[in-house]
């Protein structure tokens, strides 16, 4: 599938500031599933001085700082992508859980396995995960199972949880959004000993004809990917939408939490209260030949 992103972040503030540093992870990954055409970041006022680099997960990140007044601050990433995610192998095919959590203490993949500050071990969250996965069942049904289980079990409803929400929270009140949910799976993997990382990106903002439109569409978007063992690797699951991801999602970043995927954050020196406005659209696109 190949899809056509506009993401439009604007801060407006009630006084000018004077100066701003901002870390931007808002380029999307180019992957072997993944093919980026495309990729640019309009970014007013003009920055004074821009980098990129790749951080510690293999991100690409952008740092802009501005030395000058603005009350207004906006950046619009556009990109032009290709996905097309294989399907996952069949459940039975893939390793008892036990035997991948073994696995993983001696595989790069153990970094994802610790708890993290937003999705640390919290006994509520594992033993609500453990219940997905009996003595020797394969990982990927345990896994597809927790994953409609959040589905089913968690109400998804904006605006009452936010960044720095936690997953004990989350948990009690059953209701959130894709972060809560993804906070939520990635706890109760790592309380077995499995390793898994959160995603970034969107999900596409229109479904096709016929389809089901998937929550999380307007906005920035958040998933699970998790380990399968060294034979299968990784596998993309969207709890909030109860679909292994294929090709609706565009990857942005991944990370522990959140907090290490954050699209934009920063510091910045005056501006008092400010509004904020996010704008994405993700869509179909005919061919990776920019327009």
């Known amino acids: 599938m190949i899809f ?4 439009v972040t604007t801060y407006a503030y009630a006084h000018p500031v004077d ?5 931007l992870l ?11 055409a495309r990729a640019t970041l309009a970014i007013t006022p003009t920055p004074t001085h821009v980098t ?86 394969p990982v990927l049904a345990g896994l597809v199972e927790l994953m409609a289980r959040i589905r089913a079990d968690f109400t998804y409803r904006p605006g009452v949880t936010g960044p720095n929400t936690q997953v004990a929270e989350v948990l009690e009140t059953r209701t959130g959004v894709c972060q809560d949910y993804a906070h939520v799976m990635i706890s109760g993997l790592r309380g077995l000993g ?22 999380g569409a307007d906005q920035s978007h958040a998933w699970v990917e998790a380990w399968l063992g060294p034979g ?6 969207d709890p909030t939408n109860d679909v292994v991801v294929r090709d609706e999602h565009v990857v942005l970043a991944w990370g522990r939490d959140f907090a290490d995927v954050s699209p934009l954050r920063g510091v910045i020196l005056g501006g008092g209260e400010h509004g904020l406005r996010v704008g994405v659209d993700l869509e179909e696109a005919e061919s990776l030949l920019p327009a």
């Not at 808002?26 to 980026?36: D, E, G, H, K």
């Not at 990382?197 to 389809?211: C, D, H, K, M, Q």
């Open 232 to 237: 299968h690797g990784w596998v993309g699951l």
């Open 4 to 7: 056509r992103l506009r993401h």
């Open 194 to 215: 499995l390793p898994a990382r959160y995603v970034s990106g969107y999900v596409r903002t229109r479904p096709p004809p016929g389809g089901t439109a998937r929550r």
């Open 52 to 137: 990129e680099a790749t951080d510690h997960f293999g991100n690409r990140a952008t740092r802009v700082f501005i030395d000058r007044p603005h009350a207004r601050f906006e950046v619009v990433a556009e990109a032009l992508v290709g996905v097309l995610f294989p399907p996952p192998p069949p459940a039975a095919a893939t390793l008892p859980w036990e035997a991948v959590a073994a696995a993983a203490r001696a595989s790069e993949a153990a970094e994802f396995a610790f708890p993290s500050p937003l999705a640390p071990v919290v006994l509520a969250a594992t033993g609500y995960a453990a219940a997905s996965f009996p003595p020797g069942r």
């Open 19 to 23: 100066l701003a540093a901002h870390l």
């Open 26 to 36: 808002l380029t999307p990954r180019a992957l072997p599933q993944q093919s980026v």
